[in-house]
């Protein structure tokens, strides 16, 4: 039950909220999300604890991220207005609802947790006194959510934040409280473990949960609380337990995450097998649905387990090997090494082996498409991997490659890389975005300038029938030349060339600017500048530009801007 409104107290600040509405969760999450961003390579930098693999910060981020796209959902919903506009508990169900879904990592999971403990409070109330039992009632959640809780963590941290404020008060006194509590026990969290205190770091989760309740307190009181000194970089990495896993570390091999659908009670049975096969066992959830966390040498009977208690989903298995320091190398340099990728890459799908080296030369990372094989979403995420950046712009060139290339995307975001996928249907198109590519600029105004010049670039493509066919421009035979225009047929000839210049015409009819042609091996010799010529006496205000694309692509392709 809520309480009755407060008085007017003039000790508040006019700008400070008395409670915790459904805009300021909003806030909060987008707040949280944004800081954590900012935060994440350093808190990755300082990561020793359980597994020194530099990725907390990012795990957090991502969680966080998770979290505020569900609200925002809420938000943006259908009918999300008048009467019928969110309030704090579809706020706050959402935000935690949605971290649980996309909760990562050790600290991301028990974060999630957090925010769901808060949100059984604050859907019954929203006030200084609620925000207070909700913080007590998360911490209690979260260590209860860990197989063996262990003191200087993220879960020391936020019992510390409870414990500051546990008396109650206004939402910003509150906030204000579990904050500087917070901010306290973790400066000392590098006394109460071992392998905090070798490397001379404190607990890279607590940080990011210092940031989140930082972000709170801004959200509620307009100002932000003071900035957290530098952390100190990591100087190397410890020799004792919580040190890189793997073959010839000390810990299990891999990381296991999944949701589950499950009673329970089969939960229960669960966690006691899943905590006789590993370590760094958390298990949150509730009503059904529950996320799963775990260290383990054997992936395969982890997942298993989750298989006999229900239905598990969205399973994510990573070896520690590929993602930790080697034993005894700065975990600063390691970090550093990680930091170091460019600031932006395109990835672009190419046919023929002249053109992908081309775009290569102008600086883009490649896949060959082959004939009849085209490129699965696991090699696109290859390629954006390999890309090493920051913020990545994908090309897929063609019409059939969108659904591969929109599950790649979604996949490197959730790893922490910014995509963005321009839905590029020719090789001509990608080449023309290519072409205006600006690193220097804004990412959201370099894929606007590219997604424009693709989408003003018309093309065709010139193919050889293999067999009899009906098609939009009547019944073709083995052999013929057929001319597609924006993917349909167009033209049927018998000369590659006449029909090349036919297909040039019908495109030109509209108007353009520029004609770019794409030549295979094994076409007429002589075609490109046969072509060239026929758009100079025909179309004076017409540039061409002619690219090899060697074995491997099409007859020819045209481009029209």
Do not use: K
């Amino acid at each position: 039950m809520s309480r009755a409104p407060q008085p007017f107290d003039p000790t508040v600040r006019s700008d400070e909220r008395l409670v915790l509405d459904a805009g300021t969760v909003r806030a909060w999450s987008a707040r949280t999300a944004e800081a954590l961003g900012r935060e994440r390579a350093a808190i990755d930098a300082i990561n020793v604890y359980p597994v020194a693999d530099g990725d907390t910060g990012t795990n957090l981020y991502l969680t966080a991220d998770a979290a505020h796209r569900a609200v925002e959902a809420v938000f943006t919903a259908p009918g999300a207005a008048g009467a019928s506009a969110p309030d704090t508990r579809d706020a706050v169900r959402a935000m935690a609802h949605g971290a649980l879904l996309g909760a990562r990592g050790n600290s991301g999971t028990i974060l999630s947790q957090l925010l769901r403990g808060m949100a059984g409070v604050l859907a019954e109330g929203a006030d200084g006194d609620h925000l207070a039992r909700a913080l007590s009632t998360a911490a209690a959640s979260a260590r209860a959510a860990v197989a063996h809780p262990e003191e200087g963590t993220i879960l020391t941290v936020a019992s510390a934040a409870a414990e500051c404020c546990a008396a109650g008060g206004t939402l910003a006194d509150v906030a204000r409280r579990a904050y500087e509590g917070a901010r306290t026990a973790l400066e000392a969290t590098p006394g109460q473990l071992a392998v905090l205190g070798r490397a001379g770091v404190v607990d890279a989760g607590g940080r990011g949960l210092v940031t989140v309740l930082g972000a709170l307190v801004e959200t509620v009181t307009g100002s932000a609380p003071a900035a957290l000194p530098p952390s100190p970089g990591v100087r190397t990495l410890p020799d004792g337990p919580g040190e890189p896993c793997g073959p010839g570390g000390e810990g299990p091999a891999y990381e296991v995450l999944y949701l589950l659908e499950a009673e329970d009670a089969a939960v229960d049975l669960l966690r006691a097998r899943l905590d006789a096969l590993g370590d760094s066992l958390v298990v949150i959830g509730g009503d059904g649905l529950w996320n799963v966390h775990v260290h383990v040498d054997d992936a395969g009977a982890a997942v298993e387990a989750g298989i006999e208690a229900g239905r598990p989903h969205r399973i994510r298995i990573t070896h520690f090997a590929s993602t930790a320091p080697a034993a005894g190398v700065p975990a600063d340099s390691a970090a550093h090494a990680r930091e170091e990728r460019a600031a932006r890459a395109v990835v672009a799908v190419l046919p023929g082996e002249g053109l992908a080296g081309l775009c290569a030369e102008a600086g883009a990372t490649t896949v060959q498409a082959r004939p009849g094989e085209p490129p699965a979403g696991d090699e696109l995420l290859a390629a954006v991997r390999r890309a090493h950046a920051r913020e990545v712009v994908l090309l897929p060139n063609d019409t059939d490659l969108r659904a591969a290339a929109a599950t790649a995307a979604e996949r490197a975001r959730a790893e922490g890389i910014r995509v963005a996928l321009i839905p590029t249907r020719a090789a001509v198109q990608g080449i023309a975005a290519l072409a205006v590519h600006e690193p220097e600029r804004s990412f959201d105004e370099d894929v606007v300038a590219m997604t424009a010049a693709a989408g003003a670039t018309r093309y065709a493509e010139l193919a050889v029938a293999e067999r009899q066919s009906f098609t939009s421009a009547g019944v073709c035979q083995a052999g013929d030349v057929l001319g597609l225009i924006e993917g349909d047929v167009a033209v049927i000839g018998q000369d590659l060339t006449d029909t090349a210049r036919t297909v040039l015409d019908r495109m030109l009819q509209a108007g353009g600017e520029l004609v770019t042609l794409v030549v295979a091996d094994g076409t007429p010799p002589g075609l490109a500048g046969t072509l060239e010529a026929h758009v100079r006496r025909g179309y004076l205000a017409v540039d061409t530009v002619t690219y090899h694309a060697g074995a491997g692509a099409p007859p020819l392709l045209i481009g029209v801007e």
